[in-house]
Each structure stands twice: as structure tokens, then as C-alpha cells.
């Protein structure tokens, strides 16, 4: 499975971006995807995730803001992030799991590059 996430982006503090990821595999809809990001000196957390059932998960950290889904026709998955702050500026990772999604970065099986966000105040 490869996973191509969108190139990095910048955007103004409020402002909106798309986040893309698209995976190269024939059974793309029984994979759970997952968005995570990486502060330098952290460990990946888990922002965003949606089920091969299309449940989502969203972090406190970003509920309201964030909307994820999927388009299986298309094998990919979208990360709508809304009223963005400085504090999202780091680089996010989509990576792909069995059916379900999971909170930690062990349970995920497949990764993409990461691509830098960055929020300017």
C-alpha cells in the first residue's frame, strides 16, 4: 500500500486547507485511515481518523474544526481543516490500518511522507 498525502501548505491563522491522501490498493475500502501530526520532540498524535465503516474520530485538540472523509471511488481521504491556529503548525501523516482506526502510531501499518502545515498569525 502507498499512501501520497497532499503537498505541504501555508495558510493565515482562521483560514482553511485541504488535506488529501491517496492510497494505491485494490481494497482501499476495507482500510481505516488515519491523519497524524508530529511536533519535533513528540510523539504522533492521532488528529483525525475514519473507519473502513466511515466512523470518525477527531482529537480534542481539533474537534469542531477538522472534518475528515472518504471517497473510495476515488481511494482517497481528505483532511477539511477549518479556523486554524499557529499551534496546528507542525508536519501531518496519513497512514492506513485494517479496518478500524487507531489511536496509536503501532497500529497503523502503511505511512505517507509528511507534509509541513503552517499556520502565520
Known amino acids: 500500500v502507498e499512501l501520497v498525502g497532499s503537498v505541504g501548505g501555508g495558510v493565515q491563522t482562521g483560514g482553511p486547507l485541504r488535506r488529501s491522501c491517496v492510497a494505491s490498493v485494490r481494497s482501499f475500502s476495507t482500510l481505516a485511515i488515519g491523519w497524524f501530526r508530529r511536533a519535533a520532540g513528540k510523539e504522533g498524535e492521532l488528529v483525525s481518523g475514519v473507519s473502513w465503516k466511515n466512523n470518525e474520530n477527531y482529537s480534542d485538540a481539533v474537534k469542531g474544526r477538522f472534518t475528515i472523509s472518504r471517497d473510495n471511488a476515488k481511494n482517497t481521504v481528505y483532511l477539511l481543516m477549518n479556523s486554524l491556529k499557529p499551534e496546528d503548525s507542525t508536519v501531518y501523516y496519513c497512514?492506513?490500518?485494517?479496518?478500524?482506526?487507531?489511536?496509536?502510531?503501532?497500529?497503523?501499518?502503511?505511512w505517507g511522507q509528511g507534509t509541513q502545515v503552517t499556520v502565520s498569525s
Open positions: 497512514a492506513a490500518a485494517r479496518l478500524r482506526i487507531s489511536r496509536t502510531v503501532t497500529g497503523y501499518d502503511y
